[in-house]
């Protein structure tokens, strides 16, 4: 009947309703448990900045990940440890080249998704792993601070950090924005929010980011829409 059909329709409307405010309750739910930058800045309002840029570009951390095999392991232990290592490899480049400032650039997938198809072996549950992915981005953020320079960053939606494992990555914003890498970053976001040697170019919710440096223009997207077999001609296209 229409009555029924009216029924149906307001159910799929409130379903729809809940799902597009499940990340901004998710946000909520963590605001308490987000530590404020509350120290005083490092670098003082009006420092001359290096004429030169670093940029430190971090994707595919995949947080709560585990592979456990002879010849390879993956693990939380494993990616901070390779996460550190690049970070001090960045640091001690800037330092070389008198580089003060730097801008941290997030491109994906900074956790695991929870299924492929079929159950797949995490190390965490996937509440914790957006706890685990902010503390290890806060310690990285905390040791570049500490080095004397200051920080930009933006970041983008990955496929593999999406909500919702059984859904496919949507190309639509307001969509593919039901993501962990938008909870993480905002998360940054709400930590270092008082820091003035801080700077966040974007919100982090959106497939692609054009960012400008020095007066270059740098694409920043994940790829997982790229056919990799014909990879400059793809590349090509996105110019």
Same mark, same amino acid.
Request: proline share 1%; hydrophobic share 35%; with cysteine.
């Given at each position: 009947?229409?009555?029924?059909?009216?029924?149906?329709?307001? $159910?799929? &409307?409130?379903?729809?309703?809940?799902? *597009?405010?499940?990340?901004?309750?998710?946000?909520? *739910?963590?605001?308490?448990? %987000?530590?404020?930058?509350?120290?005083?800045?490092?670098? !003082?309002? @009006?420092?001359?900045?290096?004429?030169?840029? *670093?940029?430190?570009?971090?994707?595919?951390? &995949?947080?709560?990940?585990?592979?456990?095999?002879?010849?390879?392991?993956?693990?939380?232990?494993?990616?901070?440890?390779?996460?550190?290592?690049?970070?001090?490899?960045? %640091?001690?480049?800037? &330092?070389?080249?008198? /580089?003060?400032?730097?801008? /941290?650039?997030?491109? +994906?997938?900074?956790? #695991?998704?929870?299924?492929? +198809?079929?159950?797949?072996?995490?190390?965490? !549950?996937?509440?914790?792993?957006?706890?685990?992915?902010?503390?290890?981005?806060?310690?990285?953020?905390? %040791?570049?601070?500490?080095?004397?320079?200051? /920080?930009?960053?933006?970041?983008?939606? @990955?496929?593999?950090?999406?909500?919702? $494992?059984?859904?496919?990555?949507?190309?639509?914003?307001?969509?593919?924005?039901?993501?962990?890498?938008?909870?993480?970053?905002?998360?940054?976001?709400?930590?270092?929010? +008082?820091?003035?040697?801080?700077?966040?170019?974007?919100? *982090?919710?959106?497939?692609?980011?054009?960012?400008?440096?020095? @007066?270059?223009?740098?694409?920043?997207?994940? +790829?997982?829409?790229?056919? &990799? #077999?014909?990879?400059?001609?793809?590349?090509?296209? /996105?110019?």
């Amino acid at each position: 009947s229409y009555q029924d059909k009216l029924r149906l329709l307001r $159910a799929e &409307h409130r379903s729809e309703f809940r799902k *597009g405010n499940s990340i901004s309750e998710l946000l909520d *739910g963590f605001n308490e448990l %987000i530590p404020k930058y509350n120290r005083e800045p490092i670098n !003082k309002i @009006g420092k001359i900045l290096s004429e030169n840029v *670093g940029i430190i570009h971090i994707s595919d951390s &995949h947080v709560s990940k585990t592979v456990n095999l002879p010849i390879n392991t993956f693990n939380l232990e494993v990616a901070r440890k390779r996460l550190l290592k690049y970070i001090d490899t960045c %640091i001690e480049t800037f &330092h070389n080249n008198k /580089i003060s400032n730097c801008v /941290i650039v997030f491109s +994906g997938d900074l956790t #695991n998704l929870s299924t492929h +198809g079929m159950d797949m072996t995490n190390e965490f !549950k996937r509440s914790e792993s957006i706890l685990k992915s902010f503390d290890l981005f806060s310690e990285i953020f905390e %040791i570049i601070l500490k080095e004397n320079i200051s /920080i930009k960053t933006c970041s983008i939606l @990955g496929n593999e950090s999406r909500l919702i $494992a059984d859904q496919y990555m949507s190309n639509v914003d307001s969509e593919a924005k039901e993501n962990l890498d938008y909870v993480i970053f905002q998360m940054l976001k709400r930590k270092f929010k +008082g820091c003035v040697d801080v700077e966040f170019l974007n919100e *982090g919710d959106s497939l692609e980011y054009l960012l400008n440096v020095l @007066g270059h223009d740098i694409i920043v997207f994940h +790829g997982h829409n790229l056919k &990799h #077999n014909n990879l400059n001609q793809e590349i090509d296209k /996105i110019k």
